[in-house]
């Protein structure tokens, strides 16, 4: 079992419909990150969480609300997405989020289509 | 603020001729600097990672990379490629005040490796 496990790994929808992306870490970390990896542009950072709480929302427009019910757990509901929001997003984890020393584990992505 | 640019998009090497891949990062402190690679459909995985001390660091997979701070560059390099190598390499640069201020690591935009038989 990886340590990050993202699903779904593709999901298309419309413009109108509400879906979720779930993210799981087994490595017992207290930070999780959302990530938006769209062609040709550097990684984007979203969202932060520490300890459950949002500690960084990287002006992210209001159809992504993330959810961190505990520190293994992470959601992204979508909600009237436009067809500019189709990316990879990933979720990543890392033991504390104050040290940068630490690496950024890294699940293998949700592949989103916005039609 | 903090940026990292790697230069090259897309770089094809045969295999087992050596590479290396290029980044230049702006940071007033000293850096945390990161080099990951993502095989395609995969996540970002480490390869490496400098905070202080000797400045050529040694990775997994037989990679390398050093860190010239006059330079403000941290290239990456490989003496003899292998055709599983193919994928996108990502240099990242991270705060050492973090602060919840912004991300706490920022990423280039990559460069893709194609590799020739």
């Known amino acids: 079992e990886t340590g990050v496990t993202q699903t779904p790994r593709h999901l298309v929808m419309g413009m109108t419909n509400k879906k979720s992306l779930k993210c799981e870490q087994h490595?017992?970390?207290?930070?999780m990150y959302w990530y938006k990896q769209s062609a040709k542009k550097p990684l984007e950072l979203m969202f932060v969480?520490?300890?459950?709480?949002?500690?960084e929302n990287n002006s992210v427009p209001s159809r992504f609300s993330p959810e961190c019910p505990n520190s293994s757990h992470l959601f992204l509901h979508l909600h009237t997405l436009q067809p500019e929001d189709s990316a990879l997003y990933l979720c990543?984890?890392?033991?504390?989020?104050?040290?940068?020393?630490?690496?950024?584990?890294f699940g293998e992505g949700s592949r989103l289509t916005v039609l | 603020a903090q940026s990292v640019t790697q230069p090259d998009i897309h770089i094809t090497v045969s295999e087992g001729a050596s590479l290396e891949l290029r980044c230049n990062y702006s940071?007033?402190?000293?850096?945390?600097l990161f080099w990951y690679v993502q095989s395609p459909g995969q996540g970002l995985q480490l390869l490496l990672k400098?905070?202080?001390?000797?400045?050529l660091v040694q990775g997994i997979k037989g990679f390398e990379a050093e860190f010239k701070r006059s330079q403000s560059s941290f290239n990456l390099r490989k003496p003899s490629v292998h055709w599983s190598d193919a994928a996108e390499y990502f240099c990242?640069?991270?705060?050492?005040?973090?602060?919840?201020?912004?991300?706490?690591?920022?990423f280039g935009k990559g460069t893709k490796l194609s590799v020739k038989p």
């Open positions: 400098y905070f202080s001390g000797d400045t």
């Open positions: 940071y007033g402190a000293t850096p945390y």
């Open positions: 990543a984890s890392s033991p504390r989020l104050a040290d940068l020393r630490g690496e950024l584990f």
């Open positions: 490595l017992g970390h207290n930070a």
């Open positions: 969480y520490n300890f459950k709480e949002q500690t």
């Open positions: 990242a640069v991270g705060s050492m005040n973090y602060g919840g201020s912004q991300g706490n690591l920022i």
